[in-house]
């Protein structure tokens, strides 16, 4: 439970966060600094790591996993150009805080996580906020949403050696992917568009993520 006082301290926290780490670096989209204002990332985070909850940095959130750092966290939701007619599919729920920040900008959010223990917690965390539009599931997000559906937008936070073909056909025309792609300890942050033509790629930064683990990803 967060106090009053602790409240407002993060409230304040959270403003310079965004003002210090996201503007500041060229975040510019007000939705999602809108979104960033709004979400207490506080909740996300083991209580041992609390204070941290708006340091610059990703923090261990268990099973040997983190939370990305919010610049990332940032600067993935920016470059998927989302709005209200967007359905999101997301790898790697974590704890929930990804899927929070996509649940306040777009119309719905599909998201997988391979731990149940994370989902579990990450499903808590959000249920303190008032997001009914997104959807839980516990499995192998490299093969993509169990049931056959086609989204606008999909989001990897965990590394990949290349995009995964099911995640290719779950993408509809002119859709966006963003993944970090790359080696087990080093990637490249990668913005893709589905065209006739195939994937259309960009490379944004290099980045470090801990790995997707599937069929269609590095083996587990
Ligand atoms: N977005 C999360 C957040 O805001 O807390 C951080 C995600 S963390 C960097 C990467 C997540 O991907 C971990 O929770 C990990 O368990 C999950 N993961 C790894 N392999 C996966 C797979 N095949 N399917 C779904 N999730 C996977």
Redesign the pocket.
Known sequence: MVSINAKAKHAVERRKMVQHQLAARGINDPAVLEAFEDIPREI?LPPQYESQAYHDN?VP?G??????QPYI?ALMTEKLQLDKNCDVL????????????LATIARRVYT????NQ?SET?QANIAHLDLPNIEYCI?????GWPEHRRFDRII???AMPKIPQPLIDQLKPDGLIIAPVGTMTAQELILARKTDQGLKTHQITPVR???????Y??N?
């Open positions: 996300f990703p959130i099973s040997g996993q983190t939370i990305s966290v997301e790898l790697g729920t974590g704890s929930g805080y990804q899927t929070a920040i997988i996580e391979r731990y994370l990450a499995g192998d997000g490299s093969k990897a936070t965990a993520f801990v790995p997707l683990l599937g069929e990803s590095f587990e």
